[in-house]
């Protein structure tokens, strides 16, 4: 059986971790303030899951460097960014495919209130040598106020022919045909707004399996809707 590992960091800086062949490692973000840099290798046959929060109490910068540095590595990032009256979230990530058959999967999730500002930057690189990759990107936003603005750029720099790519990018505003249907049923406005906006972070959060680490993660995303 391989070699699972558990991180969680708690406003930490971030750092750096190699993941040994066929072992896997998850890693659990939750910061508000400041710059925060992580870097993964995985060699063969490596797993990496990575799951964060980036709420801003303050201003706040996430980096993401995940190197697929042997064959059969995979890595998956699950996040939300939020963005809250006066405040900054960025996120970036590099996901780097340097071997064959390799698999990745991003997910980032982004919401603005006030007139928070929120970035997201997602590379995928594909090496020549790396064929029969396999590589996910998807950012989905939400702007809650007239005044909020999200940036998305996802990018794909593709050397390899043999590869199943794709990535897409979204920034929109709630469903408000949704939010009719529900006041219908007898909820407020407000309420409905709440729930929507729920569902829409609840799929990240969901990635995380612990319960209570799951619950500190959904105290911290305190968003105005």
Request: glycine share 10%; charged share 25%.
């Amino acid at each position: 059986m391989s070699e699972k590992k558990i991180i969680v960091l708690r406003e930490e800086c971030g750092g750096e971790w190699m993941v040994a062949a066929g072992e896997s490692l998850e890693l659990y973000q939750l910061c508000s303030l400041g710059s925060h840099s992580v870097t993964l290798h995985l060699a063969e046959g490596a797993k990496a899951k990575v799951v964060f929060v980036a709420a801003s109490g303050g201003d706040v910068s996430y980096d993401y460097h995940i190197n697929l540095s042997e064959e059969g590595a995979s890595a998956e990032v699950y996040g939300l960014m939020v963005a809250g009256e006066g405040k900054k979230a960025r996120v970036k990530t590099e996901m780097r495919h340097n071997a064959p058959r390799c698999h990745s999967d991003q997910q980032v999730r982004g919401v603005a209130s006030g007139n928070g500002y929120g970035l997201f930057e997602g590379l995928v690189y594909v090496a020549p040598d790396a064929q029969q990759t396999e590589a996910y990107q998807q950012s989905r936003n939400l702007l809650l106020s007239p005044e909020a603005r999200i940036q998305t750029q996802p990018q794909l720099e593709i050397y390899a022919d043999d590869v199943k790519c794709s990535h897409g990018a979204t920034v929109g505003q709630m469903n408000e045909e949704q939010i009719y249907y529900m006041r219908q049923r007898g909820l407020s406005e407000m309420d409905a707004r709440r729930l929507q906006l729920g569902g829409f972070m609840q799929e990240i959060l969901d990635k995380i399996e612990d319960k209570a680490l799951r619950m500190e993660f959904e105290e911290k995303l305190n968003v105005e809707s």
